[in-house]
């Protein structure tokens, strides 16, 4: 089982970009899924996380920008970033705890995309 993001890239102030973060897996079923990023010089911070339920839920500095959903039937999480701005230059990481075929949670950790936002 494992995480594959993708999605990121470079774009100018007031941009968009759409992030995806797929699980695979055989017989895989999604609990949480979320972003989180990581800036140069500063500590990991939640973006947006989204339950198996669709109950959502982001940080105060991309309310109103950031949208987090999901395609169950894909085990795949997107992140669409609207008015995106320098400060949200980042490595965006997504993580997720999904069940197996036998219903125990799985912690699993998605690599890194770069997003760079130019002013």
């Known amino acids: 089982v494992q995480l594959q993001a993708s999605g990121g890239g470079l774009v100018q102030s007031g941009g968009s970009l759409r992030l995806s973060c797929a699980a695979s897996?055989?017989?895989?079923?999604?609990?949480?899924m979320g972003w989180y990023r990581q800036a140069p010089g500063k500590q990991r911070e939640l973006v947006a996380t989204i339950t198996g339920r669709g109950i959502t839920n982001y940080s105060d500095s991309v309310k109103g920008r950031f949208t987090i959903s999901k395609d169950s039937n894909k085990n795949t999480v997107y992140l669409q970033m609207n008015i995106l701005k320098p400060e949200d230059t980042a490595v965006y990481y997504c993580?997720?705890?999904?069940?197996?075929?036998?219903?125990?949670?799985?912690?699993?950790g998605g690599q890194g995309t770069q997003v760079t936002v130019s002013s």
């Open positions: 993580d997720a705890v999904v069940f197996n075929q036998m219903g125990e949670p799985i912690a699993l």
């Open positions: 897996g055989s017989g895989i079923r999604i609990n949480t």
